[in-house]
């Protein structure tokens, strides 16, 4: 009788909280039905239930001649190129959690906190208004180089086809690096006291003490963030991207968000960007278990 | 009641690194060394500032000097009128509303929704529990992408539709994390007690647990608002009626304006026609700059009151891992 009333117990506990699961199911799990039209010849306004089964002929058009593979090849290219620079310098937020903590005069160690958490709070339109007005040709750093003389006619820093993947990545620095490095802030701050003064005693100097003190028991911490970005090598998101695009720049910056978007929403080409989408998908739940298990299997835990 | 305070927010603790650094003998290299890291973090510190900063001293700076970029470190020629333009922009009234009014009640809903889940996945007594908290944390991780999501909300309706900003984004993983692990870390009593005294659950959620998740409330409903006020994706995808569009919309509509055209001066580049779209051109960069002053401007004036504040917020998540 008890253990039933416990039970009648729970499980209305459960009904308190289904309504927001319901608003899951809806909005994180149902668009997985979507994934069907990658299979149909749609067109839109022509409803998916009067459109054709066409099977897999849209993944197969992916590759069907050299052009379209030159394409997607340029794409997924440039997707590995933008992670893969961000995973190459992902020790920056560490390297600046560690100096800053040893910055020693209070106030102006957080004054740095501060301000260059900042920039983590604006959205890419700011940015990329803000890269505008700094860098168009009529911009201030072009009107710098004028008024001291240094160049005749403005520099075309945004509309420039090369370095593309440096600049990106420079932004993305530039927005979130102060606030990635509070993660390891806070792991410094976890670190032992006696491990400081075994190492002073030993007469340790700064950077030994940071060598072999501070930077071993980071590690974990940075182990467990480099998975993430691993996992979610694909996902370089939309938006930063699309704010930046331009008819110069096309070429290089059209990761596999953006080529997406690009494809249906210019080109009306929804079942093909849907494909692609499915394949991102399926690859980076792949890429994330992977990683997991290496992390189990490094580690003794997931990630996850 | 002092002790018992603090034994309830165990992870609060204020960020102070000076205890960290332990005396030591201070040698040449390490004075260099100091040198250097002071000049490289003040040099950083100047780049994520000073874009603001010039900002701001364009949109009071005579028109014609800021449109040639001549206004590098200090206003001049100051004046406001192009705030008083600004608000005279059709459409950037309602735009300022529909932000306001998705930030409002979105962050409401947000917050309460990351509460009660939070509180709720604390609990030990739940038909599948375990079930249900996974479902929930592994879309933080997976999704369909962005084309299958704008078909689902096409087939709900939701194009066009002031809900289309609020709905998604109630259940939100990290937020339901970040409060699930405060809620863990408070005493148990606390709850048994008022159990015992015959509360329900939603007594015990409204009289206890709200009032002491405070702190961790308040960082969630920042970051809500900051997302909320900051979202662009959603009026991209899913809105072509002009009433509903976001003031980060309505930005980007001006500044990718200002970039086609500041592209075809430069195609064409030859004299007189340069000059002639460059007077046409002299508002719209001013115009341009302010309206970014004012999308930005509440999160530049919420963000020094709470910096501190969300600094812990986001400790108290990483303690989590």
């Known amino acids: ?304 | 009641m002092s002790d018992n305070q603090t034994s309830l927010t165990p992870n609060t603790r204020e960020i102070d690194i000076t205890k960290k650094t332990v005396k030591m003998q201070v040698s040449a290299a390490d004075k260099i060394i100091s040198t250097i890291i002071y000049i490289l973090f003040s040099l950083f510190a100047f780049i994520c500032v000073y874009p603001f900063y010039s900002i701001i001293i364009n949109t009071i700076s005579a028109n014609d000097l800021s449109a040639k970029g001549e206004i590098i470190f200090w206003p001049k020629g100051i004046h406001f009128q192009n705030y008083i333009d600004v608000f005279k922009i059709p459409g950037l009234g309602n735009a300022f509303m529909i932000s306001l009014g998705r930030t409002v009640i979105g962050t409401l809903l947000t917050v309460g929704a990351s509460a009660f889940l939070g509180f709720m996945f604390a609990q030990e007594d739940m038909w599948g529990k375990k079930f249900w908290y996974r479902f929930t944390i592994i879309t933080m991780f997976f999704n369909a992408g962005i084309i299958p999501w704008y078909l689902t909300m096409r087939s709900l309706h939701l194009t066009d539709n002031f809900l289309a900003y609020i709905l998604p984004s109630v259940v939100a993983p990290f937020f339901i994390i970040l409060v699930k692990t405060f809620v863990e870390a408070t005493p148990k009593e606390l709850q048994q007690a008022a159990s015992i005294d015959g509360a329900g659950i939603f007594t015990i959620f409204y009289k206890i647990i709200l009032p002491i998740s405070k702190p961790i409330l308040a960082t969630v409903a920042i970051f809500s608002a900051v997302n909320q006020w900051n979202s662009f994706q959603d009026t991209l995808l899913l809105v072509t009626d002009s009433k509903l569009y976001s003031l980060q919309f309505i930005l980007y509509n001006y500044i990718n304006q200002a970039s086609s055209l500041s592209t075809m001066v430069n195609l064409q580049n030859a004299g007189s026609t340069a000059m002639a779209t460059l007077a046409t051109k002299q508002t719209s960069t001013s115009i341009r700059m302010t309206v970014t002053i004012i999308v930005v401007a509440p999160i530049l004036l919420v963000y020094p009151i709470f910096q501190r504040f969300f600094v812990k917020g986001i400790i108290i998540g990483a303690v989590k891992g």
């Open chain 1, 1 to 304: 009788m008890r253990s039933q009333s416990m039970r009648s117990n729970s499980f209305r506990k459960f009904l308190y909280i289904s309504p927001f699961m319901l608003l899951l199911a809806v909005f994180a799990y149902y668009p997985l039905y979507g994934w069907v039209y990658a299979f149909f010849d749609y067109t839109p306004p022509i409803p998916l239930s009067q459109s054709e089964f066409v099977g897999f002929k849209w993944f197969h058009s992916l590759v069907e001649n050299q052009v379209k593979i030159d394409q997607l090849m340029q794409v997924i290219w440039n997707t590995f190129g933008i992670s893969g620079l961000g995973i190459l310098f992902s020790w920056l937020p560490m390297i600046f959690a560690i100096f800053l903590t040893e910055i020693k005069a209070v106030r102006f160690r957080k004054f740095i906190q501060t301000v260059t958490t900042l920039p983590n709070f604006i959205s890419w339109v700011l940015v990329y208004s803000l890269a505008f007005s700094m860098f168009s040709s009529e911009g201030m750093v072009n009107g710098f180089l004028h008024m001291t003389g240094l160049t005749d006619s403005p520099t075309m820093f945004l509309q420039s086809s090369e370095h593309v993947w440096w600049t990106m990545w420079a932004w993305a620095t530039w927005k979130s690096l102060g606030w990635s490095a509070i993660l390891y802030i806070a792991a410094i701050m976890g670190i032992d006291e006696s491990l400081y003064e075994a190492a002073y005693v030993d007469g340790a100097t700064r950077m030994q003490v940071i060598r072999h003190v501070v930077l071993p028991s980071m590690m974990p911490t940075y182990f467990v963030l480099l998975m993430l970005q691993i996992a979610s090598f694909l996902n370089n998101g939309l938006e930063q991207y699309f704010v930046f695009q331009n008819a110069f720049n096309k070429d290089t910056i059209q990761v596999l968000d953006l080529y997406v978007y690009n494809l249906a929403m210019g080109g009306g080409s929804y079942s093909v960007s849907v494909a692609i989408s499915m394949l991102k998908s399926v690859i980076s739940v792949v890429l994330l278990f992977s990683v997991n298990g290496l992390s189990k299997m490094l580690r003794g835990e997931g990630i996850v």
